[in-house]
Nanobody, 117 residues
Framework: QVQLVESGGGLVQAGGSLRLSCTTS????????MAWFRQAPGKEREFLAA????????EHADSVKGRFTISRDNAQNTVYLQMNSLKPEDTAVYYC??????????WGQGTQVTVSS
């Protein structure tokens, strides 16, 4: 069983930055592909970024490419999402997930990000 806990969300003005963290329990963190998703009110969950076990391969959605960057620290069992140039439309609950590319079996509880205009 893998437990994921997100942190780092909050209220930020448009143009600002936040770094989200997701810390996992267990000794198998490095085996998993880690990913970030978000869900805004009334919208479907949206894939944002994923990273392989070594950090050598990443994927970012077009909607955030160039603004958001995923990274991981296997020694700390943590995956990060650096978010720059935030826009009001980035307001959502952000979730991390663990699994394989395209199939994520474990999810965190989410952290709220609110971007004011």
């Amino acid at each position: 069983q893998v437990q994921l806990v997100e942190s780092g969300g909050g209220l930020v003005q448009a143009g600002g930055s936040l770094r989200l963290s997701c810390t996992t329990s267990g000794r198998t963190f490095s085996r998993y592909v880690m990913a970030w998703f978000r869900q805004a009110p009334g919208k479907e969950r949206e894939f944002l970024a994923a990273i392989n076990w070594s950090g050598g391969s990443t994927e970012h959605a077009d909607s955030v490419k160039g603004r958001f960057t995923i990274s991981r620290d296997n020694a700390q069992n943590t995956v990060y999402l650096q978010m720059n140039s935030l826009k009001p439309e980035d307001t959502a609950v952000y979730y991390c997930a663990a699994g394989k590319f395209g199939q994520y079996d474990y999810w965190g509880q989410g952290t709220q990000v609110t971007v004011s205009s």
